[in-house]
């Protein structure tokens, strides 16, 4: 887009605000679906509008361009205000692509030269819904692993069981990224309670296999390590056959069937003696 070209596009923009914004508003209603309000939409609207006016004024626009920088801070604000209540891509480029739309309708069909114009002003709409597009991808990426994150943090809890016990039930696939989660939430709750002993119970996870196996006994070396004495429970019969078939070692570290019977043994080996009561019936 030329300066002339740029200048007669901010004049329609101008001239023609009332009713454009109108036009504008009215074709991005019928897609939103009643998601949003008609006070929010039309704000929104208003500083596109307005931030595109200033982008086009006095000068060759481009959007990546420092004229433009206004007009891309109100589509980065646009684009992450819907994909964090869950807008879909089209829903959030709708109130972008709309203003083609009230643009045709702003200019004189008949007139050759305000149709060359505005094919120069859909071009320009449409890098800025790209534009749009490409923020609103990088705010669901964004929260897409803020939410992965908090997840391993909710999925890997270390949980004291008694004094000096700490233990670390494990469920579902444990995998690089969540074995690291494991290992610093560990060994920083054993900095944290000077805790001798820490039970890994992975009664939940549906297989073992080799690079689980490394994961595991990689968090036992680095508790050791901290001083901590660590036992793995949950040893399944299927989970105890797959580990003897694929040749895992777990060396000289203590395997239960169960988290109480790894509780029993830690209380034992840190001196408690079990009793059992009998009531009188």
Wanted: charged share 20%; hydrophobic share 50%; net charge negative.
């Amino acid at each position: 887009m030329d300066a002339d070209v740029a200048a007669r596009f901010a004049a329609v923009l101008q001239a023609n605000r009332d009713a454009l914004l109108k036009q504008w508003r009215a074709a991005t209603v019928t897609k939103l679906r009643g998601r949003q309000t008609e006070a929010e939409l039309a704000a929104q609207i208003e500083d596109v509008h307005g931030a595109l006016v200033q982008a086009v004024s006095g000068g060759t626009p481009d959007l990546y361009g420092p004229e433009a920088a206004e007009l891309r801070a109100v589509l980065t604000d646009l684009s992450t205000r819907r994909a964090r209540v869950g807008f879909t891509p089209a829903e959030t480029t709708a109130a972008v692509f709309a203003l083609k739309d009230a643009l045709f309708v702003a200019i004189d069909s008949d007139d050759a030269q305000q149709l060359r114009d505005y094919l120069a002003y859909a071009t320009f709409v449409d890098e800025m819904g790209v534009y749009t597009f490409e923020a609103y991808a990088k705010m669901r990426e964004s929260l897409i692993t803020e939410q992965a994150e908090q997840l391993l943090e909710i999925s890997t809890p270390v949980v004291k069981l008694w004094d000096g016990v700490l233990a670390v039930p494990l469920v579902g696939t444990l995998d690089s990224a969540r074995a690291q989660v494991v290992m610093e939430r560990l060994l920083q709750a054993l900095a944290d309670t000077s805790s001798p002993y820490a039970i890994i119970d992975i009664t939940g996870v549906p297989a073992v296999d080799t690079q689980v196996a490394q994961h595991i006994l990689k968090t036992v070396v680095a508790a050791r390590l901290m001083g901590a004495d660590c036992i793995i429970s949950g040893i399944r019969p299927q989970i105890a056959q797959t580990v003897v078939a694929l040749g895992i070692e777990f060396a000289d570290i203590v395997t239960k069937a169960s988290l109480a019977d790894a509780l029993t043994h830690t209380l034992r080996a840190s001196g408690f003696e079990l009793v059992r009561s009998e009531r009188a019936g």
